[in-house]
């Protein structure tokens, strides 16, 4: 019932919000997805976002997640993310249900201009709404903070992650440290279409967890403020998933206003 309630809150709360900024004109779609990393772009300020998108590891997971942002200003925003539904292959049944919710704020602390390096921190919480008795989630509170820099190389644009995690423990016990480390990169192929391409490790000592993850894929702007994605990722360590198929989308609703 709590994860129900959370869900309809996320439900209303995206709702309420993108009425209210679809009157104005859109602006460029700044997506996040479908990578372990975030790059320091933020939401157009004044206007609203949303990503949505597919995971699909054939035959043994499938994510939903959409992430609804807020440009607050021209160098931050606040987002909160949840998946409405996630399925999961375990000895005997499966399990499914809404996924854990996530509330954070990112923000440009370093921004000389559009062709110069950046550099951003990013905030998150999350909040623990998934299932336990599925198998979808832990049941406890866990926070993230992260440093982002942003750099050209020529037509490349260069990405380095980095995010410290204090997760809650389910045995009762202190918190447990993780660590995740990524590169990524996005550069041009065409006119209209672009590449990404990420290599992140994700690891937590305490649990013995560690996923080591090469993702890459295209990018297609289908009109003004929406974005298309899709791509892959394969794992490279023991724990890390052994092959996901990756697409979605990423629409800019604009901001209170008229439409020119």
Known sequence: MRSLRFSRVLLGLALSVVIAGCSGPPGRPTPQRPTFSSNTATTTAGTTEVEAGVALDPGDFFDSPVTLKYGVSENSELFISMAPYQWLERPGDDGDGIGDLFIGVRERIIDVGPEEPSIAYQLKT?????????????????????????????????????????????????????????FAANMPLAESLGAYGELAGIFTPEQDDEQVILSAGVTYPLREGIALDGGVAVGLSRDAPDFQILFGITTNFGGPGKRP
Request: glycine content about 20%; hydrophobic content about 35%.
């Open 126 to 182: 999350k909040i623990p709404t998934a299932s336990t008795h599925q198998g979808l989630g832990n049941g406890e509170l866990d926070f993230f903070v992260a440093g982002i820099l942003d750099y050209p190389i020529d037509k490349l644009w260069l990405t380095s992650y980095y995010q410290l995690g204090i997760l809650g423990d389910p045995g009762g016990g202190g918190p447990d440290i993780q660590h995740g480390i990524a």
